[in-house]
């Protein structure tokens, strides 16, 4: 009796050791798979939040390096003021805005659209008209993707075997995981490398470990510049791996402004219902103690 129920014990204890292992690094050698690691975010979790000096360092690396090449098109510069975001002061926002955006104007008498200064309610313009002049700038051809959804766009494959998919599954819920987006891009951001022995690099494409297989991108490494690129000002040491995590974090807001809204009304939410069951349970008590 004993020893079946400890033999039972030990393959549950495997199975979850299984499913908990399944985030460990995947093997050196290539496999046509691409493993992306999990991240540690201030924004994960049921309680998680933006930070929002964060934001402001990775907005600064989209604008001095991303922005050369990729549009945000559904942010609007109101949204970098807004609580819950970036927070900027507005003064500053509307200064941005005025110096170094134009956008078409209500057209004049005759119908000309003439360019005016861009203004707080703006969207943020793209860098390119069109995506046959974003592709023409690219040595290779690819098209920059806009970068305003990319974070929910972009996934991470299961390297789970399709049986204890399920368990994972139910461990992403039961964490609310749903960084996966993030952790891509990061992952993307810091992935160009050295390519394999063997692996030949297409003309105007970069090796990089994170992009799906055969990882040839056409995007060439943002942050080639290395530590120092970028200036920040709040003590947080200029280095790659800060770009590339404040940048993802910035994306991963422009993706999901109201996360943090949402992540409070759940709470309220956990609380009334709980607050509800207790009283329920008291009524209940109350109401079966008589004999009726
Ligand atoms: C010189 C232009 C250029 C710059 C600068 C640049 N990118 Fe890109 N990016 C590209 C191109 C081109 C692609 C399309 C690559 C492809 O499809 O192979 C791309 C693709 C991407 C993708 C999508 C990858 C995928 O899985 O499809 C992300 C995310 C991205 N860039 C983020 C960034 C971020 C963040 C920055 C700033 C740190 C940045 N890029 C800077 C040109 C650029």
Redesign the pocket.
Known sequence: MISISSAKAGAAGLLLAVVLGAGAPAQAEDDGRTHIERQTWTFSGLLGKFDQAQLQRGFK??SE??????GVKRLAFRNLVQPGGPSFSEAGVKSLAADKYRVDAEPNEQGKVLKRPAVLTDNIPPPFKNEQEARS??P?G????D?SL?ARA?GVESETPFYLVPLTMLRDILSAYQEAGVD??YA??TGYKEPPPGAKVPEA?NYNAA??APH?????N??AGGDGLVTYTDGTPATVDN??RD??SF?AWAADPRLEERKRLGIVVIGYLLITAILFYFAKRRIWSKAH
């Open positions: 690396v989209y390096v991303c922005s050369r090449c990729h700038v690219q290779g690819a098209l920059p993707p970068l990319i972009r891509y891009l993307y951001l494409m992009f799906p040839f991108t056409g995007m060439p943002p942050f770009y590339a940048v993802a994306l």
